[in-house]
């Protein structure tokens, strides 16, 4: 496995249960290659590492992160699913409220006849000496970007 896998810091099972890739049918199949990429894509900037750490400590810091800031919105995730298998068209104010701050929320750019919900962004204070981990802070509002634009309420 490559240098950067942090498997004596995080269990694979941990990190399998919220780094899902869809396309794969099988567990645990390419989620090495995903968190991989994740860690040189993302995790080489993470704030929240000491200078001195190995490249795996510095891993497995921010994989701990990302399970903590999954954690941290997890109720929100479970009603969004729950929402989800009764085909449930929920509000953009439904969605906000399910946060305690304030999320960017956004929509698929493609066919304007219909908008689909493709990001919810919560975001994190930048690095704080005397924080575990990154708190949750409010959003600044969102802007189109890419494949994304806002979302309405009569587009959802």
């Not at 896998?5 to 919220?18: T, Y």
């Not at 990429?37 to 795996?56: I, L, T």
Request: charged share 15%; glycine share 2%.
């Amino acid at each position: 496995m490559d240098k950067y896998w942090p498997r004596d810091f995080v269990s694979i099972e941990s990190l399998d249960k919220v780094w899902r890739d869809p396309s794969m049918a099988i567990p645990y199949q390419g989620l090495c290659n995903m968190l991989n990429h994740e860690f040189q894509k993302h995790g080489v900037c993470f704030e929240n590492v000491p200078q001195q750490a190995s490249p795996e400590q510095a891993a497995a810091s921010y994989f701990q992160a990302t399970l903590h800031a999954m954690q941290a919105v997890q109720q929100s995730v479970n009603m969004l699913n729950a929402w989800a298998a009764e085909n449930f068209s929920p509000s953009m104010s439904e969605i906000r409220n399910l946060y305690p701050y304030t999320v960017q929320v956004l929509c698929s750019a493609g066919d304007h006849s219909q908008n689909y919900l493709s990001v919810i962004r919560s975001c994190y204070k930048a690095n704080d000496a005397n924080l575990t981990w990154p708190e949750l802070i409010d959003c600044q509002e969102e802007a189109p970007y890419g494949p994304f634009r806002l979302c309405t309420d009569h587009q959802l």
